[in-house]
């Protein structure tokens, strides 16, 4: 016997759905959100043009954090940096609800493939907000409590089993991370995010692209790997951010050659963003 109750339920719930989808694709559309996607974009893609200037210091014997925190914490002490700061956490939260409402575009041949287009949407915009959220924190005057304080939270982090469990987690999502972002660099999947191009233009945006995505999966395997071995060693001296995965890459044979590419990558991958800026597909 067929549940008709069970019908009605269903119909509202499809047009719960769509009533959902179609106010996404209308904040997707408002020009303030897209011009809001615009600056996050070269507000994202100056975090990483200075993070890859550090670590080509790092390379060549200067100093300096080559992660996001050193390069906002770069900004905050230039002229005019914490108006800089403010307007950039707000483009990248702006940028955050663009990414994440195109999720509502998404089309795929099965709904597997949809399921992961929109997750991969929706990371993305989790992504950008986490920086956003930096960003604030750096605006407001946020700093790390010093080297001894960071050492003993590493210390405490691998002295317990939930901290090791939960550096395993961070290391394998941060190398899964880094091989998709080879693996996007390499089959130049990032096409999908920019409109049409053509001639010397295409040929310069697509080089950034595929450069910047291949260093950037570098940098982040690396950090992934070390955050994944001082969990299975309990070792501190692994645990870290991009800074420690790029500062481990001289410690390698031909270490400041590779660590000199990979730098020049991140500020690749920066100029990609703001080529990406300029030529917003949607």
């Known amino acids: 016997m067929t549940d008709l109750s069970a019908e009605p339920a269903a119909d509202r719930a499809d047009e719960a759905r769509e009533r959902v989808k179609q106010a996404a694709q209308r904040a997707h559309r408002n020009r303030s959100v897209r011009a809001s996607a615009r600056l996050g974009l070269l507000a994202n893609g100056l ?3 200075l993070i890859g200037g550090t670590a080509l210091g790092v390379a060549n014997g200067g100093t300096g954090e080559a992660d996001q925190l050193g390069a906002l914490t770069a900004i905050s ?8 700061l403010w307007l950039s956490t707000i483009a990248l939260w702006g940028l955050a609800l663009w990414q994440g409402t195109n999720a509502a575009f998404s089309v795929a041949p099965n709904r597997r493939v949809l399921v992961f287009r929109r997750s991969l949407n929706v990371g993305k915009a989790l992504g950008f907000a986490l920086l956003g959220l930096v960003t604030f924190a750096v605006a407001l005057g946020a700093r790390t409590g010093g080297s001894e304080v960071v050492r003993e939270a590493d210390a405490a982090i691998v002295e317990s089993p939930v901290g090791l469990f939960l550096l395993l987690v961070v290391g394998t999502t941060v190398g899964i991370i880094g091989g998709g972002l080879v693996w996007r ?3 130049r999947n990032f096409r999908e995010e920019l409109r049409y191009l ?5 040929i310069v945006v697509l080089t950034l692209g595929v450069f910047g995505h291949v260093a950037k999966g570098v940098a982040f395997l690396v950090t992934g790997a070390l955050l994944v071995a001082a969990a299975v060693f309990a070792d501190s001296r692994w645990v870290g951010g991009l800074d420690a995965g790029l500062r481990y890459l001289l410690t390698l044979q031909s270490g400041p050659v590779l660590l000199n590419v990979v730098a020049a990558g991140l500020i690749a991958f920066g100029l990609y963003l703001v080529a990406r800026a300029a030529f917003l597909r949607h």
């Open 47 to 49: 975090v990483h043009a």
């Open 77 to 84: 002490t230039g002229p005019g940096g914490i108006v800089v």
């Open 185 to 187: 660099g390499v089959r």
């Open 198 to 202: 053509w001639g010397p233009t295409k």
